[in-house]
Nanobody, 124 residues
């Protein structure tokens, strides 16, 4: 089992940057594919990015490709999401999630563990 705690959210102007972190408890962080999802008010939770266990393969939603970068530091049990060129439509609660196994997925129901979420608000 793993517990996840996000940090780094906040208020930023459009065009700005934020870096989210997700700290994981336990000694099995390397066993998990890690993902980021977001949920805006009145909308369903959507996939943002995912990174495989070794960190050598990442997947991005088209809406963030080229602007966001997912990474992980297995020695620190931490996942990151660097968000650049932020847009108003990026405003949402951002969640990190963990999925046991080798492959990556864009489906929220395949991730067994979730953080509490961190708010990102982009103003114009």
């Amino acid at each position: 089992q793993v517990q996840l705690v996000e940090s780094g959210g906040g208020l930023v102007q459009a065009g700005g940057s934020l870096r989210l972190s997700c700290a994981a408890s336990g000694r099995t962080f390397m066993s998990y594919t890690m993902g980021w999802f977001r949920q805006a008010p009145g909308k369903e939770r959507e996939f943002v990015a995912a990174i495989r266990r070794s960190g050598d393969s990442a997947d991005y939603a088209d809406s963030v490709k080229g602007r966001f970068t997912i990474s992980r530091d297995n020695a620190k049990n931490t996942e990151y999401l660097q968000m650049n060129s932020l847009k108003r439509e990026d405003t949402a609660v951002y969640y990190c999630a963990a999925m046991l196994g080798l492959r990556s997925s864009r489906r929220p129901n395949e991730y067994a563990y979730w953080g509490q979420g961190t708010q990102v608000t982009v103003s114009s």
